[in-house]
């Protein structure tokens, strides 16, 4: 059997440890073998995945376990991986950025501590996923909706702490988090917002208490664990509407991006709108060698063959409308005065009220169709995401989404894209799809993932969110004052984390040039 | 009455979700030739087993059912490769207690692994039992 060390450590000494830990949070949940630290690798890693292999998981099941468990890391000085529940696809998974930490997996603290009806929100631990919040609001008929990402399998309080969005006014997931709980890396507990006052009643009502706020510290971050948060959620409207824009033409982006900015801009659209190419939705429903088993790059003319196949455009923008029945009515008379002259037909809305189906609505409902799509290539699939922001200029956007299209196309992969548009910026999102188990492809994304960091820092649009593989040349494109940033990240980090033993390198912060060594 | 009402409402319900464009941003179903056709909605899914008295039923509505029950991933993978009306997994028949234990411990194609922290083994033997049983039914 393999055994991987923590960087900087021998066996005798990673033995003391492991023993330690046993002692504080039960042998079941200290687990160091092979068996199942293959369970904990990327299954979108890029080849086997064992760059990124841990060596052990520890799984702690309360917040004073977890506190247990810092202090005992910082003895041994072992590197942890905190993971809410592991599922952050196409970024890593639960996968450490360094190999041989242990992970931290807080997926049995799943408890839903507290819902309040009439101040819509709630107050949950980190292994709530998505699927469970949302049969707990529906078991209990709570008229409390929530908004969900593309991958709904993972944990609500994770993907909110990586920026991850959803598509419903609440899709800003991380704005909707209204005060955490964190274990720091010293061990100790801190409660931020109004939580910071003993015996607080609007811990959940008020995001930023008395001083500085430093939630945002514990996003995309390694400088504490985050064991409970509270979180916003949207009161069930009285009615909404939805429907899906199909833009025939590639360069209509450019004129739709400035339309729909300006009504997301003014809050007509409350949501985070997407904006797919043909792949994106093909490769939820069928698989590429349906379409074209040629060599290169899928040719626009099959593109093409899928948009009438499908009934679907070039960009293809879901739009929701969520209000009471006169607001929703207006909002739908504006958007078929401003698109119907542009795509020559009548629009139909699909219409939802209160008391209806919710199927019918556009709320947010977990799903993991969309992994349906790694299944593009055939074999084992991953995806990998590039999702630069831009401001909100439609010509801008145009421009820069033609370059990309034509990089794909030199390297030969399958171009696939999507703009999301946000409050004030657009995410022009390249998502990158491949056999993971064919060495040519993995080269091919590798090669492509670089090129596009590189070409869009050079026009000026950063990376929003790192995969484990990327985040040290990520965060080197943030470079302002000859990294500042990162120099500020450093000294927050040395600290509050002497010992680096929290998520050493995650979002490039603590990296270090030494991973696991196997025996 | 209300019997067809009910079933001219899933009727179109069924078709309202074949109909809607597919997106990574909400449930859709395929088009594609393969489909199998859609029994349960995404909802349905969701709630899978929530009543049902058998504890591993149960969880396999828990953990198992929003990619293998209804309009999701896992059923419309299987449904490229397994016999007509069987791309749900408890509609299987050749599913033995041991064979589930191991793709779930070790993942196959493009159904990842699941850890002994979110499914323990007791748990997975409780699962894996119930879709073996309720195969042979």
């Known amino acids: ?519 | 009455m209300i019997r067809i009402l009910a079933f001219v409402l899933g009727l179109i319900l069924a078709l309202a979700l074949i109909a809607m464009p597919a997106d990574a941003q909400g449930p859709a179903a395929p088009k594609s030739v393969n489909a199998t056709p859609i029994a349960t909605t995404a909802l349905g899914a969701i709630s899978y087993g929530a009543q049902s008295a058998n504890p591993g039923e149960k969880l396999f509505g828990r953990k198992c059912a929003f990619c293998h029950i209804g309009p999701s991933t896992g059923k419309f993978m299987l449904a490229r490769r397994v016999p007509k009306g069987q791309a749900e997994l408890p509609d299987r028949r050749d599913l033995t207690a041991d064979y589930v234990k191991a793709v779930v411990r070790n993942g196959l194609v493009n159904m990842p692994t699941f850890t002994r922290v979110e499914l323990t083994d007791r748990e997975l033997a409780q699962v894996a039992d119930w879709l073996a049983r309720k195969g042979r039914k």
């Open chain 1, 1 to 519: 059997m393999s055994i991987l060390l923590p960087a900087g450590m021998n066996g005798a000494a990673f033995d003391r440890a492991l023993g330690d830990f046993r002692r504080a949070i039960g042998d079941p949940w200290v687990l160091s073998g092979e068996e199942d630290r293959q369970t904990y690798i990327d299954p979108y890693a890029m080849g086997d995945g064992l760059d990124h292999d841990c060596s052990a998981i520890l799984a702690p099941g309360s917040v004073e376990e977890v506190q247990a468990i810092i202090r005992i890391a910082n003895q041994h000085k072992t590197p942890l991986w905190p993971v809410s529940r592991g599922k952050n696809l196409g970024y890593g998974a639960a996968s450490p950025k360094e190999k041989g930490n242990l992970i931290l997996d807080l997926s049995r603290m799943n408890r839903i501590l507290d819902v309040n009806e009439k101040q819509a929100s709630c107050l949950i631990e980190p292994g709530v996923g998505y699927f469970d919040l949302f049969r707990h609001l529906r078991e209990r008929n709570l008229p409390l909706w929530m908004s969900v990402p593309g991958n709904s399998w993972g944990s609500v309080i994770g993907n909110a702490l990586d920026r991850g969005i959803g598509y419903t006014p609440y899709g800003d997931h991380c704005e909707t988090l209204c005060g955490l709980e964190v274990v720091l890396p010293d061990g100790s507990l801190l409660r931020t917002g109004m939580g910071a006052m003993m015996g607080a009643k609007g811990w959940q009502s008020y995001k930023y208490g008395y001083g500085p706020g430093w939630d945002q510290m514990f996003m995309q971050s390694n400088l504490g664990v985050v064991v409970k948060a509270g979180l916003w959620l949207q009161p069930e409207p009285e009615m909404t509407a939805k429907i899906t824009l199909a833009l025939p033409r590639f360069d209509d982006a450019g004129w739709a991006l400035d339309i729909l900015c300006d009504l997301r801009r003014r809050d007509i659209i409350q949501h985070n709108i997407v904006f797919g190419s043909p792949v994106r939705a093909a490769s939820t429903m069928s698989q590429r060698a349906d379409w074209y088993t040629g060599p290169g790059a899928l040719p626009d003319s099959i593109s093409e063959q899928m948009m009438a196949k499908l009934g679907l455009g070039w960009w293809n923008a879901k739009i929701s409308l969520f209000g009471d029945e006169g607001s929703v009515m207006a909002q739908v008379a504006l958007i078929r005065r401003l698109f119907e002259p542009r795509l020559g037909g009548p629009l139909q809305f699909e219409v939802w009220k209160r008391g209806e189906p919710l199927e019918k609505s556009a709320t947010g409902i977990p799903t993991t169709m969309g992994l349906q799509s790694v299944n593009w290539y055939g074999g084992r699939g991953g995806h990998l995401s590039f999702a630069p922001v831009l401001p909100q200029d439609g010509d801008m956007a145009l421009a820069y989404a033609k370059k990309i299209k034509a990089y794909y196309e030199e390297v030969g992969q399958d171009y696939y894209a999507s703009f999301t548009i946000g409050r004030r910026h657009i995410n022009n999102v390249s998502l990158i799809l491949y056999n993971r188990d064919e060495p040519e492809a993995v080269t091919r994304v590798d090669k492509l993932y670089r090129h596009l960091l590189k070409e869009a820092a050079a026009s000026g649009f950063g990376e929003y969110r790192g995969h484990i593989s990327y985040m040290d040349e990520v965060a080197a494109t943030y470079d302002f004052a000859d990294g500042a940033l990162a120099r500020l990240n450093s000294r927050v980090k040395a600290a509050l984390d002497p010992n680096n033993i929290l998520a050493p390198g995650r979002n490039g912060i603590g990296s270090r040039t030494h991973g696991g060594d196997r025996t």
